[in-house]
Structures are given as C-alpha cells and as structure tokens.
C-alpha cells in the first residue's frame, strides 16, 4: 500500500497570504465548516505574468462581482501561479494519422498489478465499499475498478499544482478554454469553502484531483464525506473516495442491476455505420439495431435503448459491443469509450479474482 498522501486541509491552515484573504473576503462562507492522472512527471513550471493580463483580469471581476471575492486576492494569487506549459502539452490531440488501438489501451488498464493492488484495496476497504454499493446502487467492482483506472489506488494522482494547471489552460488553450474557465472557478470556489491555500494541492495535468481524479466541479456537486470525519477528502481518504465514485455515477442515472454491455455481432460495418453515429447516449432499440444487422446473441429488453460502440484496433478488426443505460453513465465520468470499456472488463477480472480468493 502506498503511503497516505499530505493532509490538504491541514497545510491549509496555514496557507499563505493571499489564500488569507480569499477567506476574509468571505467569512460567511465558513460558518458552517465542520478531480486517466499520467504518470509522467511535469516538467517545471514557466513564469507568467497571468495577474497582469486583462484576460484574468477580467475574470477576476466576474468573480468577484458574482461570488464576492476580493478582487486584489484573487490578483496577488494569479501573481503566484505559474504556467504549466506541459498541461498544454498532454492535452493536445493526438497527431494526424495516429490508429488508435483498444487492445492496446486494454492493456494498459486490465493488468496484473491493476488486478493485484484493486482485490488489495477491494479487501482493505470492503465495509465501505459495501456500504457504498447499498446506498447508490453502483456494483462494488465497478467502484473498485474506476480508482484503479484512474490513479492505481492512489499511486499515481499526478504531481502539477492544480492552480497552475487549471489557470494555463482556462487562459492559454482556447480548444477549452470555456471548459477550464468554469473548473478554475469552482476551484476557487471549493478552496474558499474548505479553506485550503489554492497552491497547495496537487493533480493531473488537467487539474484532476485525488485517489477518483475528480475536477474541482465534481468535488463540489459530487463527492461526499463517506467516512463521517466531517470533512470531504478525496486525496487522502480511499473512504470518501469510495462513496464519491459510487455517487457520480448514481447522480448521473445509474441504473441497479443493469447490464454494463451486451456483446454483439456486426454483419455489415458500412450498414452499420448510422447506428455508430448515432453516438451516445443510447437511442436505439434491438429491432432498430436488427434492420442495419447488427445483432445480439444476449437476449435484450425489446425496448432498452442501446448505443453501438466501436473500438477500434489500428490496422486490425474493430471490436464491438452494445451499450446499455450504465455504458453511457461510466462515460461521464470520461467520454472516452475505451475508458468505459476498460472499466468494466477491470471489474470483471477484480470480480473474479475476489471469488477466487474466497
């Protein structure tokens, strides 16, 4: 088991200055106090002069005219953070002609050690994750699988400062700024709320935060305090990261007891093309899937909804699967349907491997 991440909340007690006045600004907001993170290292980050562009500048009015933060805070903080030209980096698209490949990405997630370390972590926090499951109705190795996914238990939550990563790419990667905009909001807003120093945490390249990776937009509509500490912990509590999972994918529509996928046969892939387009989330019945040839040895609901997803394999044969309800609320936790897939086949192995050691 790796070793327990740094208390966040408690460094913040002792945040630096211009975290102090974020929290003056706005005492009321205290009353009741009781984030796929890459391995790879950041590089260092580069000096920018982020509080003296009229950009963030800008940005730092609307916030303090809607969320009553101090506008010279928020600029003395913006003083201090630093670009993260690496973020910009990592997010950038993969280059033209590049195959992507699902036995390949397969491989990375659905491993021995993911499998070891996820029946590790699935024993060491079994109550909690039963209790999980029991309130949201999300099944246990799915909860097991997606922190696996995400961070290897914990090992690997990524090491850029959350600020610089959100702040260069809200201001410095138009592609989303919009996107990153409204997450360094929230960031700020949570730090506020929890009375944590902006600079002090940790994430993913993206700004992804803790053993779940949640964006700071997540944390604040999303994650709850499982561990009944008061407090919600997503970096140093696999408790609250448990029950956090289990609720964004319920608050997203889970479905109890539902399949995850169905396997499927693809007579024709040109004629099954519109049924690929179609996308998500699922619009079409089996009877509708039928007329375009795509057919199911599983017998399915007549009228469940259902996506046909393709994974691709390079220069190899597609693989396909049908996507269910629950197929499409594992996407929102990341739109990537190799990374749905990869879920759910990691819980399967989890699963099996946990009844083998009964």
Known sequence: MSAPLPDPHRRALVGRAAAVALVAAHPAAFANESAPARAAAPRRATSTDFAGRDDVRSFAKDLADRHGFEVNALLALFGRTRGAEQAIRLMSPAPPGFRRSWIAYRARFVEPVRVREGARFWREHAPAIARATERFGVPEEIVVSIIGVETLYGRHTGDFRVMDALTTLAF??????????????????????????PLSWRGSFAGAIGLPQFMPGSIRRHAVDFDGDGRIDLIGSPVDAIGSVARFLANHGWQPGGATHYPVTVEDEIAARPAVEAGIPPSLTMLQLQSLGVTSPQEIPAAEKLALIDLPNGDDTTHYVLGPNNFWVITRYN???????AVIDLARELRAARLAAA
């Open 172 to 197: 410095d990667y138009p592609r989303r700024a919009e996107y990153f905009r409204d997450e360094l909001e929230h960031y700020l807003l949570l730090a506020r709320e929890s009375r944590f120093d």
């Open 335 to 341: 739109r990537s349907y190799f990374y749905a897939m």
